[in-house]
């Protein structure tokens, strides 16, 4: 199930955040598989290499400072 699996990456990225923090700084990062895969100034860059390398595996990009809640952006082909 898709939603469970962003679920648990949404969960793994706020447990591990204050490391995050102290680790890449202010980033953009791509989480996956319950860690950092890369880090990134701007999100663009962040969903360019998302897309390029991780092509339709599920994957959350968070910012480490960002402060409010939003629903997740889920792209899906149809």
Do not use: C
């Amino acid at each position: 199930m898709i939603a469970g699996a962003i679920e648990n990456e949404i969960k793994a990225f706020d447990a591990s955040l204050s490391k995050l923090r102290i680790e890449i700084g202010s980033a953009w990062a791509v989480f996956i598989d319950g860690k950092v895969q890369a880090a990134f100034p701007d999100f663009d860059k962040a969903a360019d290499f998302a897309v390029r390398e991780l092509g339709d595996r599920d994957y959350i990009i968070r910012h480490t400072n960002e402060h409010t809640a939003h629903i997740p952006f889920i792209a899906i082909d149809a």
